[in-house]
């Protein structure tokens, strides 16, 4: 087979057409390009040199949304019609863009890895939204096609090599087995969830069968597995990196390769988490893995592992105790167990931030088809936003099958998402990170949302009330963020992030037009406040129907630093804000 198949002059042409558009509309929100309006809904952009002219047809939307026609778009130098290349387009407007010598060679070749991975899903049968809209859980997770709606290079992955590329890749859909290692217990930590103990966690995970059979290969060597715990790698990370920069570790037997394990794992959209396919009851994996993907080497740090079951217990308690939440059917998927092995030397030669200190850890979370109900299936919620080669989206196709009208499909999924994202910042001060990838949606069979589940909880929330009384070993989760930015993390991550797509899907679509969805959108948040009245000062407060919000700039983050894009114990300190957008709900106050 050729691992290059895909990557032929038609994918190529227009896996750059669909990237050049997402560029011309996401700088555009962000205010790098300022299009110049031509009259008719036609614009232009010129390059930083005058000379290059990019020009197409776009229809704006609330949030100062850019929905651009792919097949508009032309470019041209005087006068004369230019192929549209991605790799040009960016370096035509470096300036603009604001890319130093450093950092753009790097973001070229994220750019570069993103069309090649457009290129191979183009590769892929073509399933329809209506027909995806009944598929089953892990068919919607391998099926998406775009990535984070707001990030142009949203699928790097830099450390990947083609063949791995189609083994590792969420899209590729490859059954994958992981790597176990055994770790000396003097230099890993594990720790767990409540009422969790290693031996029986880690048994139930792998089985009686692989840990004696583990236990044989090191007592093969003189090794005594009650001197270790087992840890899981992947496969990437265990040949790329650990067997070559762990050499040491290995060579003193601190570190011990056993192999494969024996279930079988597909890769999620967060590309280091696996679902287990042999038996979907069983933990995701979250692994830790050295590739740079989107800002951010995706490493776990085993310091930060250490405290997030406790953190985990403590946010799953909150909600159960809380009736607003209980009445949302709202819940997470715990963090059950985390495990890191610390390089001693490593570390004395690092601060924090090096990813040296993030090449092995590992977390298991708690799988959603455990707490599924008859009849109830589920659905990553990035895969709202999803487009087929028809132009459909999967919103539009989940709205129809469940034979519901859209305003009232609006209203289940908002009430199940929305509301609890806003009780819990308005009650407790907590903010999550609430995008598409970080929620799984739970669907009836028709294709109504009944109820949200969010993940990735301890590395990704915070708690913005300097006074809150919190566990010593939830401590670090407390943030210090201005008073006046703290609302932002609704507006940015909810609004901006995920709505605005969402809103100009469905008008685009000619299911629900824009007024409507914000409308819906403004009566969830009413029905919310009028349900807590005794909350009235936080709403006044901090106030959902301001008439402006601040505009908080991703891409403007990554091209400032495509390899740690902002610190997750300071969340506000690197927000790129680039002055205000016009609150959509505003003029729907009371």
């Known amino acids: 087979m050729n691992p290059v198949a895909h990557l032929t002059p038609a994918r190529w042409a227009d896996a750059n057409r669909a990237l050049i558009r997402k560029g011309l509309a996401e700088f555009a929100h962000e205010r790098l390009l300022a299009p110049e309006d031509l009259g008719n809904g036609t614009y232009r952009v010129l390059s930083d040199d005058g000379r290059t002219e990019y020009r197409f047809t776009a229809t704006r939307y609330a949030l100062d949304h850019w929905q651009i026609e792919p097949e508009s778009i032309t470019r041209s130098r005087r006068g004369t019609e230019l192929p549209l290349d991605a790799l040009e387009f960016i370096t035509e407007l470096r300036n603009a863009l604001a890319l130093t010598d450093e950092i753009l060679p790097v973001y070229l070749e994220e750019i570069t890895s993103t069309l090649a991975g457009t290129a191979y899903k183009a590769t892929k049968p073509r399933i329809t939204a209506a ?23 949203n699928n790097g992955r830099l450390g990947f090599g083609v063949d791995e590329y189609r083994a590792y890749a969420p899209e590729a859909a490859s059954p994958i087995r992981l790597i176990w290692l055994a770790a000396r217990r003097d230099r890993t930590t594990f720790t767990a969830g409540a009422d969790i103990a290693y031996d029986s966690f880690i048994r139930a995970e792998l089985g009686d069968t692989a840990v004696d059979g583990f236990a044989e290969t090191l007592a093969s060597r003189g090794l005594d ?3 270790y715990l087992l840890m899981p790698a992947h496969p990437w990370q265990w040949w790329n990196k650990l067997s070559v920069t762990f050499a040491a570790e290995v060579a003193q037997e601190r570190l011990v390769y056993l192999g494969e394990g024996d279930d079988e794992y597909l890769a999620q959209q ?30 776990l740090s085993a310091a930060y592992m250490e405290a997030t079951p406790a953190i985990n217990d403590w946010l799953a308690g ?3 105790a809380d009736p607003v939440l209980k009445d949302a059917r709202f819940s997470i998927i715990r963090e059950r167990a985390a495990i890191g092995y610390r390089h001693l030397e490593y570390e004395a030669a690092t601060d924090r931030y090096s990813p040296y200190r993030k090449m ?47 305003k009232e499909w609006l209203t289940r999924y908002l009430d199940a998402y929305l509301l609890p994202v806003l009780h819990s910042f308005y009650a407790y001060d907590l903010a999550y990170m609430p995008h598409g990838e970080n929620v799984i949606l739970v669907l009836d069979e028709r294709g109504a949302v009944v109820r949200a589940v969010f993940k990735d909880i301890a590395e990704e929330i915070c708690v913005m009330d300097p006074a809150a009384v919190l566990p010593p070993a939830v401590e670090r989760i407390r943030a210090d963020v201005p008073e006046d930015m703290k609302l932002l993390s609704v507006f940015t991550d909810v609004f901006d992030c995920f709505f605005r797509f969402l809103a100009a899907t469905l008008a685009a679509e000619g299911v629900l037009d824009e007024d409507g969805f914000w409308e819906t959108v403004a009566a969830c948040v009413h029905s919310y406040q009028e349900s807590v009245p005794e909350l009235a000062d936080k709403f006044a407060r901090y106030d959902m129907f301001a008439g402006t919000f ?25 927000l790129q804000l680039v002055g205000d957008l016009v609150n959509p709900i505003a003029r729907f106050a009371r």
């Open 131 to 153: 027909e995806l809209a009944g598929a089953d859980f892990q068919a919607i997770e391998t099926g998406m096609t775009e990535g984070h709606p707001c990030f142009v290079a």
């Open 225 to 227: 597995l009650a001197d």
């Open 270 to 299: 967060s590309i280091r988490t696996f679902f287990n396919t042999s038996d979907p009851s069983k933990h995701y994996v979250k692994t830790a893995l050295s590739v740079l993907n989107m800002g951010f080497m995706r490493g």
């Open 318 to 320: 909150l909600i159960e």
């Open 360 to 406: 092995l850890a590992a977390l298991w979370r708690e799988s959603p088809v455990a707490g599924l109900e008859q009849g109830e299936r589920l659905a990553t919620m990035a895969s709202l936003l999803h487009v087929d080669h028809e132009g459909k989206s999967l919103a539009a196709a989940l709205i129809r099958r469940s034979g519901l009208p859209p």
């Open 550 to 574: 601040a505009l908080s700039a991703l891409n403007r983050l990554q091209l400032r630093n495509n390899k740690q894009m902002v610190d997750l114990a300071d969340p506000s300190g690197a």
